[in-house]
């Protein structure tokens, strides 16, 4: 399951607070530092400092759905381990993660960011998990509170391009000439014949 939009880091920043929001969330790194155990935000300015850093990836777990996330040791190449002076790092790993992609820089245009989860069928035909672990998980209340975070994402999205939501930053940036968006092979700047514009 996927949520596709345009955003800026303000914009980005907006839906992980959103995340972090709903209730029983936990927001964890995805992808611990080299050496290091993944950390786990009890706070949102902890959050905010986070996002801030260049390839940041963070992952947000509703716990009260179950799939309690199990940390997945990655060996580093030896060259990495010289240029990183660690061994490896973790990875946490659970059908029941929300996750984060941002391309955002294409040929120096805004490209589309993701929030990406698994759906129960997607879990169950392609990924790494045991049947005991998806069936761990409350598929019914994890689809719910995904739902209802595309729904919000496209409610505070005041135009498309496409089908595509550009969120409020996003959005206010394009019709100011600020940035450009990455229409999938081509810039696309303000005014644009695939925009679709509020009534």
């Not at 950390?39 to 716990?63: C, E, K, M, T």
């Not at 129960?120 to 598929?139: C, H, N, P, T």
């Not at 229409?183 to 005014?191: D, I, K, L, Q, V």
């Amino acid at each position: 399951m996927q949520a596709s939009f345009f955003g800026t880091d303000a914009d980005m920043l907006q839906v992980w607070r959103w995340i972090y929001d709903v209730s029983q969330m936990k927001l964890c790194q995805h992808y611990s530092s080299p050496g290091q155990p993944n950390r786990w935000f009890d706070n949102w300015n902890d959050v905010v400092d986070h996002l801030s850093v260049p390839y940041a990836a963070i992952a947000g777990w509703p716990s009260s759905v179950g799939g309690k996330p199990i940390a997945d040791f990655v060996t580093f190449t030896p060259e990495t381990q010289r240029e990183t002076g660690a061994e490896g790092r973790t990875v946490l790993r659970s059908p029941a993660l929300i996750t984060s992609f941002r391309n955002n820089d294409q040929n120096g245009c805004l490209a589309v960011s993701h929030v990406t989860c698994w759906t129960e069928k997607g879990a169950r035909q392609r990924s790494i998990y045991s049947e005991q672990a998806l069936d761990a998980v409350d598929w019914k209340a994890f689809t719910s509170i995904v739902r209802a975070l595309q729904r919000r994402i496209a409610k505070a999205s005041p135009a498309k391009l496409d089908a595509t939501p550009i969120m409020l930053d996003a959005w206010q940036k394009l019709k100011a000439q600020e940035i450009q968006l990455w229409g999938w092979g081509e810039a696309c700047g303000y005014p644009s014949p695939g925009i679709v514009e509020p009534e």
